[in-house]
């Protein structure tokens, strides 16, 4: 974290020597070290840059920033707006961040270089809105959480009780309406220049420089990459995994001679990969360690000694919260889950709000590029540093825990 913050050194050389260091002092093993780099969200995501790098070179891309811009009037509020509403929508049926922000990101990248303005100024707001609205309204890729909940409700011997897919939008609902309204507005404003931050003059006139692609390359461009979003809606029900997708599209654009040479060594996200690699191996390194139980055995303790509702949510909020800093959202989730569901269980109290307090605490993880795949993703595309991550991130995460725990503590108070 002190590599991180001082920034003295790239971020990627940070994440490896935090790898090596777990290494080494055995808090994981050879085998977990490997599978980092074989993670299915690390391979999704590399050859969604690929994908994205190859259609990013049609014409598609820049005549819809024109068309988008003319609409809006050259107004970046109003193209920021049109492009988070198109990934909130695609959130409720993709079940992963980063592949919706890899749709989204480089036609919103487009239209801000086609007006002059920074991608720095966007690509984190949109990032913060696709977590918040992750599988929100009552649609395919919100079902699984409630079922899983009802699962560890049956496995715990909770009775009487079954969590619908209504009671978590309806309690997330006055977070995301706060958080959404807060990055169209403040949020877009402060939205930093890094030193770091990817000049909008500088694609503008890399991309005028390149030479238009062929009829049949322009083709299979629109082809291939509306292809693999399509593939990556569908994949739960055809049954193959979004990183074989992905990776298919990525290799379609070279064999088809959509994107080739430097360009393919340029798309590549070194820095980001050594990134995400280095949260997983922290992740692991908790896991293994057992900091991941002591936090929770904490949780049960504060939780059966303070007599508030507002106090017990609070503490579910902000342990779930910080933990998923350092791992990975989902999997912060679902190991703090049975902790605070047994300690419900004994307390006597409907479960569902202190489920979903967890759920909302997982979503607002935006402050570190370990919490979330789709965090070091928005790095990448924006030019950010650590730093101007973390200060953006801070009123965001406020807002949710205090929407989140106030709200919850009126509609199931356990006290």
Not at 96 to 111: H, M, R, T, Y
């Amino acid at each position: 974290i002190i590599g991180y913050l001082s920034n003295k050194l790239p971020m990627g050389v940070v994440a490896m020597l935090s790898l090596i260091a777990f290494y080494l002092t055995k808090c994981i093993n050879t085998a977990d070290a490997m599978s980092y780099f074989g993670n299915q969200n690390l391979w999704l995501c590399v050859c969604m840059f690929i994908c994205s790098a190859g259609f990013t070179r049609t014409q598609f891309v820049k005549n819809l920033a024109k068309k988008v811009n003319q609409l809006a009037k050259g107004s970046a509020r109003k193209i920021f707006f049109g492009y988070m509403i198109l990934g909130v929508i695609l959130c409720q049926f993709i079940g992963q961040a980063v592949a919706e922000f890899s749709i989204v990101a480089p036609l919103l990248g487009a239209s801000m270089d086609e007006i002059g303005v920074k991608r720095s100024k966007v690509m984190y707001p949109l990032v913060v809105a696709l977590l918040a609205t992750m599988a929100w309204l009552p649609m395919g890729a919100a079902y699984s959480f409630p079922m899983q909940v009802n699962s560890l409700f049956e496995t715990f011997g909770i009775t009487g009780f079954s969590m619908t897919v209504l009671n978590d939008m309806i309690l997330r609902t006055p977070g995301i309406i706060l958080v959404l309204i807060y990055v169209v507005t403040v949020g877009f404003n402060l939205a930093p220049d890094p030193p770091v931050a990817i000049n909008a003059s500088e694609i503008v006139s890399k991309n005028d420089s390149e030479e238009k692609l062929p009829a049949f390359q322009e083709k299979c461009g629109y082809v291939i990459f509306f292809g693999t979003c399509f593939a990556l809606l569908i994949s739960g029900k055809i049954g193959v995994d979004p990183w074989l997708i992905s990776l298919a599209g990525a290799v379609l654009m070279v064999l088809c001679g959509v994107i080739k040479g430097k360009q393919i060594n340029d798309a590549l996200p070194v820095s980001y990969f050594a990134v995400f690699a280095g949260a997983l191996a922290m992740g692991g390194a908790l896991t293994n360690t057992g900091a991941a139980d002591l936090i929770g055995n904490m949780i049960a303790a504060m939780a059966n000694s303070v007599n508030s509702t507002v106090g017990v949510y609070f503490i579910i909020f902000i342990v779930t919260f910080l933990v998923t800093q350092f791992m990975l959202n989902g999997a912060v989730m679902w190991s703090l889950m049975p902790v605070i569901l047994a300690t419900v269980k004994v307390m006597g109290v409907n479960p569902i709000g202190a489920a979903v307090i967890i759920h909302i605490a997982a979503t607002a993880a935006y402050s570190t590029p370990m919490s979330c795949p789709a965090i070091p993703l928005a790095m990448a595309a924006g030019g950010y540093d650590f730093k101007s991550v973390f200060k953006q991130s801070i009123i965001p995460s406020i807002l949710m825990c205090v929407a989140g725990v106030l709200w919850i503590s009126f509609m199931y108070p356990i006290f």
